[in-house]
């Protein structure tokens, strides 16, 4: 007689800034939705992973996804990308950390009546050995099955300082578990070097397998003050679609904490198991450019480029270029990464600091730290081509049936030219239709809005002139992606 499977719930937690990859990463498009390695994003790559855990004892369900309003969109064209991936995306109306993410899964995961195993991973670490990932966590499901909270623990190849530690003791078990002693922080080189060499520690890969109703008492258990905030968030959610939003002022009130911190330090010597499983699959988490070198396809002199780059006499760098030629003499160990508005330069053993470039970024107040040129909208994309004193110019794509809200700015006033495609404009109380090389003017404070009734990509130039060219001037009246609220067109 079969026995009925395991029913397991991805849990991908989709949220982080990535900013130690600036300028490919930034608040509005970070690590998680970047191409690094392969054909597909860090966050593709782990929804397809996840995806693909099932076998005879083990039914993989709907995946869902935390992220927060502002990558919505991302998420949604990304998954669009792949096949037979069904998801529903929970909304965090502000960042709380990773224990209340989890919480919010894992209580929509038992909101009908089942009490799946949640397989929780970041959106954005990689993975070179996808079969040995895939015997990993399929047995750690099947410890979860016994109750334990369950860590991957990543197999180190060298003393490494930027990941917290997990102690194991005892002998492996039947799925080469073994019992969790302790957990340590990040460690200085000279603790690293100990640690590696007992054999005892394995990295903390950030990766979960636990019954959602374990996890529920494990948090109430430590930290009841989470539990009842987020609880409280989440009964009052509205479901739109595939989003799930929890209340937003009710959110507010959660305390932010790590998983590690609320629950997964505090278990060992209590009445909650805990174990870890080893992971040796070619993880890495991306945490910084010198790791995108390390798991990039070198050539004969250790050099990994992207893009349009002529290499002469360089050694050990990594040459990502987005939009022009990148070329290099004489140089090594360097990491080069060019985009269209920003080029980094760095010693590749001293990447880490790039993030001290963004806080000076933020300090300006620079839209370099959170947009790129190119700018991806739920109804296609802008990219601002030229910009100076009192005008901006943009080329917009608007994709067939979609259409940006019915806005109006305060500050500025615009002028449309259509390259290709069919617009429809609503310009005060009057609709017009534009075809290719026609243009119309939109007043400073007139309502008006953009459409593409065609069938194929509407693309036109957009010259705004006026004395504020912020994405932030605009009211909307009405919005098919429900961004009433929020100040981007």
Known sequence: MNKTPINITPVILCGGSGTRLWPLSRTGFPKQFLVLSGTNSLFQQATNRLSQLSAADIAVGETLIVTNEAHRFLVLDQLRELSQVSASLLLEPVGRNTAPALTLAALQAVANGDDPILVVTPADQTVQNEEAFTTTLQNSIRVATTGAIVILGIQPNKPETGFGYIRREGAAGLHNEYNVAQFAEKPDYETAQAYF????????????????????????????DIFESTSNSFVNSVRDNLFVRPDAALFANVASESVDYAVMEKCPGSKFQIKMVPLDAGWNDLGAWDAVWQVGEQDANGNVSNGDTIIENTNNTLINASHRLVSTVGV??????????????????????????????????????????????????????????RFKVKRIQVSPGASLSLQKHTKRAEHWVVVTGTAEVTCGDKVITLH??????????????????GAVPLEIVEVQSGSYLGEDDIIRFEDTYGRIEEGKA
């Open 197 to 224: 060499a007992s054999g005892d520690y394995t990295w903390n890969s950030g990766m979960f397998v636990v019954r959602a109703s374990v996890w529920l008492k494990a948090l109430q258990h430590f930290r009841l």
């Open 332 to 389: 090594s160990n360097l990491v080069i990464v060019e985009t269209a508005d920003a080029v980094l330069v760095a010693d590749r053993s001293m990447s880490q600091g790039v993030k001290k470039i963004v806080s000076q970024l933020e300090l300006q107040k620079r839209e370099e730290r959170v947009l790129h040129r190119k700018v991806s909208r739920p109804w296609g994309w802008y990219d601002t081509i030229d910009v100076g004193e």
């Open 436 to 453: 290719e090389n026609e243009s119309t003017y939109i007043p400073l404070g007139e309502t008006h809005r953009l459409a593409n009734a």
